[in-house]
């Protein structure tokens, strides 16, 4: 069949054996990549915001947003910069990837929630266009009020512009080298009740947040992804805490130079990771009792709470001990 579940602390990640149909230049530096499953059959549905992981011939791990349209089901569709500081995984589809080609997939999953609203302030920078896309298309389609303000470097590096300038005067195109930047604080002070969600490079969302609070809107309007993790140098707690797991009926203890992760795996237990830096939340667990302090990037620590989770490659503990469903 080409697709296989793996177990994870949370859930069952699907796993599929996918065809390249189509890879092209989208802008300079950007890939257009289509990918359908190998065996013909339906792709797993999926949600705007949702993202895959790449399982790349190399053993990399990388998370690309989907840009398609939720309701086909025929093809995944994706854009991948070359990133000239990355670690491997944009060079390695930039170079090695290729159409009629195949690729390994996990997912979809979803840490960036598209939630109804009737009106919406899209934010994008370079890049992050990808995941704002498919919303966009649901905010048209449900008759939603929204505007698009999408920053970069120049023209011919921002993707997808044909089909965002098909949309008309709700798109607001930003190149750095003819405009400058977006205006935030006017952008977010004309919001008004909007749902604002952005995407993009570290100093962008820097801007956006300060912009948002500059005009006093709650924080429960702003969601946002980002491409790296969040600095929590400074919050990270120092000094070592037990974690007891209900699955495997262990307690043990993780030292301060070594994370959830790390110490479970040595004791034998199955643990499923990708980036492990807290971005992509494949390795969500369950938390049944304890204090977490959440460091990672892929939800809020107020939602991490409201669904009794954390990301256990990266977060810590404020309780002495942390009893989790693993």
């Not at 990133?83 to 930039?94: A, K």
């Not at 008759?143 to 098909?166: H, K, P």
């Not at 100093?203 to 309007?221: E, S, T, Y």
């Not at 034998?268 to 492990?276: A, K, P, Q, R, Y």
Request: proline share 5%; with cysteine; aromatic share 6%.
């Amino acid at each position: 069949m080409g697709i296989s579940t793996s177990s994870t602390a949370t859930s069952l990640e699907t796993e599929i054996d996918a065809t390249i149909t189509m890879k092209r230049a989208a802008a300079d530096g950007v890939a257009e990549i289509r990918l359908s499953a190998t065996d013909g059959s339906l792709l797993p549905e999926w949600t705007p915001g949702a993202h895959v992981d790449f399982i790349l011939g190399s053993g990399l791990v990388r998370q690309y947003s989907l840009a398609g349209d939720p309701d086909d089901r025929s093809q995944y569709r994706f854009g991948v910069l070359l990133d000239p500081n990355s670690r491997g995984g944009s060079l390695e589809v930039h170079g090695s990837l290729s159409a009629g080609g195949e690729i390994r997939i996990r997912g979809p999953r979803n840490n960036f929630t598209f939630r109804n609203s009737e009106t919406y302030v899209f934010v994008a920078g370079g890049i992050g266009i990808t995941p704002l896309l498919p919303m966009i298309r649901a905010a048209e389609a449900n008759g939603a009020n929204w505007s698009l303000w999408y920053g970069g470097r120049t023209r011919s590096s921002m993707a997808f512009l044909e089909e965002l300038l098909a949309y008309g005067e709700r798109v607001n195109i930003y190149p750095e080298d003819e405009r400058g930047f977006i205006p935030l604080k006017n952008v977010m002070a004309e919001s008004g009740e909007a749902l604002v969600y952005t995407c993009g490079p570290e100093p962008l969302l820097n801007a956006v947040v300060g912009a948002f609070d500059a005009v006093g809107k709650p924080a429960r309007d702003l969601h946002l992804e980002r491409f790296v993790a969040r600095d929590v140098s400074d919050s990270r707690p120092t000094g070592t805490f037990e974690i007891e797991l209900v699955e495997s009926e262990l307690v043990l203890t993780v030292p301060e130079d070594q994370t959830i992760v790390d110490v479970a795996r040595e004791a034998g237990v199955l643990v499923f990771t990708s980036c492990e830096e807290g971005m992509c939340g494949t390795c969500e667990t369950r938390v049944v009792s304890g204090t977490p302090v959440h460091l990672d990037s892929a939800k809020s620590p107020e939602q991490h709470d409201k669904d009794r989770t954390m990301a256990i490659c990266v977060s810590r503990c404020a309780s002495g001990r942390l009893v989790l469903d693993l």
